[in-house]
């Protein structure tokens, strides 16, 4: 059987450019998808980082957007994924100083909704056979920033020679690209894709419902989030919408990389270990108190948080909780960034505990793995949570999660109730109500565990052998392709 061509398209991918779990996914689902089978391409705008990588250019294509400007396509291979990637070039667009979406005053490009259509009009044009060497079957893309390419796909339907399927991942319904209605006429959409069947969203021009109304099918990152997404406490405004294409619509939760989160091969770790073998544990978590300046206290609970610091992440609890952890011996250590006044919060508290509390605001993957390797518990109170890889990553790393019991954490974490340990299920901490009182009582849990250190012990090796690799999401992916490819013939 002859391989099935993908092509996946995406803002961000890791190594090369990561603001969140999108940037792991885009990195690790093609290596996925190639052992499951699939000849799998990508297709990036040209960040400075990524035209970096981009080596042996083979082939460059022009191409016209749709407001006239001239740009071109490089095909070629991404040195540090071993992949094959179609990159547009086109530096008054994606060369600035800033993040991919935001200017260095954190305020969004005014030109955002040009910069986006390209990525999905590139995708749509090599779904018409822009590149002649190479077709694909399914055009895979994620979130806002690649959604407008379910549209352009659905209205060149007929330039194509045979169908090629439309695949729209949801990883965050919260972020939907939505842009003033002048910024229609620059997406040279036929003018019946501005109605309420079809992008507009209250008068405005949405990306997120262009995925959602266009593709053929849609996923998000987890069951459990997929069908949260349908009601209107979660559903941003497009629950109805979900509701009606509820058929389409499926949860596959992700996975973890494993040739990234390991800790028995982790070059960014004072130590390695493995379930069988946690000694190196220990070190690792004495290696951070050295780090970061706190007391040196083997015997200390170590909470970790590695997050974005926003309204989502529901660190607010954490902040709440703060004083009786630590007056039950824990020591906290949080890494992240994003809203000013939360940032603030946090370095005051380090500033307060010294011994006991380090606050890291900024972007850091090798400290983000040292404080999974050296922490007991991962703390993930999310509001809200698409799927979330942090938990996974704790999980990986013997550091158990806490997390609130919604989207892809409720998916991941089992509660140590007594129950759940007695039938080997727990691998962590699960809280219901969004409350400080309920997070208290999950924190009160691990402590309580704690103290018995074998269960502990015995959780926490079962946590670490949890298989969440990638092989089940691929399948499900490929098996997903499949069924829409056979849907369109
Ligand atoms: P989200 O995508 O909503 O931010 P996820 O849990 O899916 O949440 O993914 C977050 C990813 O970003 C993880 O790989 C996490 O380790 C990483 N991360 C978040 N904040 C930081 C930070 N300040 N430094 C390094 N890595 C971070
Ligand atoms: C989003 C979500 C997060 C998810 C990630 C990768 O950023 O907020 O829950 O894990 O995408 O799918």
Not at 79 to 89: K, N, P, R
Not at 154 to 172: D, L, Y
Not at 325 to 343: H, K, P
Not at 397 to 424: C, K, N, Q
Request: proline share 5%.
């Amino acid at each position: 059987m002859r391989a099935m061509k993908v092509l996946q398209v995406s803002a961000e991918i890791f190594p090369l450019l990561k603001t969140g779990g999108l940037a792991d996914i885009a990195g690790a689902m093609p290596g996925a998808l190639a052992a499951a089978g699939c000849e799998v391409r990508v297709l990036l705008p040209g960040f400075a980082s990524v035209l970096a990588d981009l080596k042996d250019a083979q082939e460059s294509m022009e191409l016209t957007a749709p407001w006239g400007q001239s740009l071109v396509l490089r095909r070629g291979r991404l040195a540090s994924l071993g992949l094959t990637a179609y990159v547009i070039d086109a530096p008054q667009l994606y060369r600035r100083p800033g993040g991919p979406y935001e200017d260095a005053r954190r305020r969004p490009h005014a030109d955002n909704h040009r910069r986006f259509a390209l990525l999905g009009f590139a995708a749509a044009e090599l779904a018409c056979g822009l590149d002649a060497d190479w077709w694909p079957q399914v055009v895979h893309s994620h979130d806002w920033h690649a959604a407008l390419a379910n549209a352009y796909m659905a209205f060149s339907r007929a330039r194509r020679a045979s169908p090629v399927a439309s695949v729209f991942t949801v990883h965050n319904l919260a972020y939907q690209g939505v842009f003033a209605p002048e910024s229609f006429a620059d997406l040279g959409l036929p003018v019946n894709a501005f109605a309420v069947d079809g992008l507009e969203y209250h008068g405005q021009v949405s990306f997120m419902k262009a995925g959602l109304y266009y593709a053929d099918r849609i996923t998000t990152v987890s069951p459990t989030y997929a069908r949260e997404i349908q009601a209107p406490e979660q559903g941003c405004g497009l629950d109805g919408l979900l509701r009606v294409r509820s058929e389409v619509l499926s949860g596959i939760l992700n996975a973890v990389d494993e040739s990234v989160w390991n800790p028995a091969r982790d070059p960014l770790i004072a130590a390695p270990f493995d379930a069988r073998r946690p000694a190196g544990k220990v070190l690792c978590k004495a290696a951070l108190q050295r780090e970061l300046g706190l007391a040196p206290r083997a015997d200390a609970m170590m909470f970790g948080v590695v997050s974005r610091l926003t309204e989502q992440k529901g660190l607010q609890l954490v902040l709440g909780g703060l004083d009786a952890m630590l007056e039950r011996g824990a020591q906290v250590v949080l890494l992240g960034s994003g809203e000013v006044a939360l940032e603030n919060a946090w370095r005051g508290c380090a500033r307060a505990h010294p011994d006991s509390v380090s606050v890291h605001i900024g972007y850091d993957e090798g400290l983000a793995h040292r404080i999974f390797a050296a922490s007991d518990v991962t703390l993930v109170p999310s509001r809200f949570e698409p799927c979330g890889l942090t938990q996974m990553y704790g999980l990986k790393y013997g550091s158990l999660p806490l997390v609130h019991r919604v989207g892809g954490l409720a998916d991941t974490v089992v509660d140590s109730t007594l129950e759940d340990l007695a039938e080997g299920r727990a691998n962590g901490f699960v809280f219901g109500e969004f409350t400080l009182e309920a997070f208290n009582r999950a924190v009160c849990r691990a402590f309580a565990l704690h103290r018995h250190r074998l269960h502990w012990n015995r959780v926490r090796a079962r946590a670490m052998r949890q298989p969440l690799g990638w092989e089940f999401a691929a399948q499900q992916y490929v098996a997903l392709y499949q069924s829409t490819l056979n849907s369109l013939q």
